[in-house]
């Protein structure tokens, strides 16, 4: 699996990888309500981890209809992942949607504390 080509598929939820010149774009569709999403979102986590370091990487998730609490904590290991790989990640949230608005919210106080995120 490359960067490029890379794509994630699992009940409603998908997430697709598209490079742009030297920058990637991470974006998340449909839905995630796994009990467990870890089990399988780390190790597809992992396989980029190595091909996004030291990329600008957008992380986009306004399309995004709905994720569950438990698919929150392997966001926050992926996004720690990229900024100590030096990749600089920007996060984007429709935070029109209000459930995107409080990821939004979080995912800016965590990302105060790490070098290279950032949630405009």
Avoid: H
Avoid at 5 to 21: C, D, H, M, P, W
Avoid at 83 to 96: K, S
């Amino acid at each position: 699996m490359t960067a490029s080509n890379a794509r994630f598929e699992s009940g409603g939820l998908i997430i697709t990888v598209a490079n742009v010149g030297p920058a990637a774009t991470v974006e998340w569709l449909g839905v995630s309500d796994a009990r467990e999403p870890s089990l399988q979102l780390s190790p597809f986590f992992a396989g980029l981890l190595d091909q996004l370091a030291s990329r600008p990487v957008t992380v986009d998730f306004r399309r995004f209809e709905y994720m569950n609490s438990a698919t929150v904590s392997p966001i926050i290991s992926f996004v720690k992942s990229l900024d100590a790989r030096g990749a600089r990640t920007t996060l984007l949230f429709d935070v029109t949607v209000p459930w995107q608005k409080v990821n939004a919210q979080c995912m800016r106080a965590i990302a105060r504390t790490l070098s290279n995120v950032q949630v405009p």
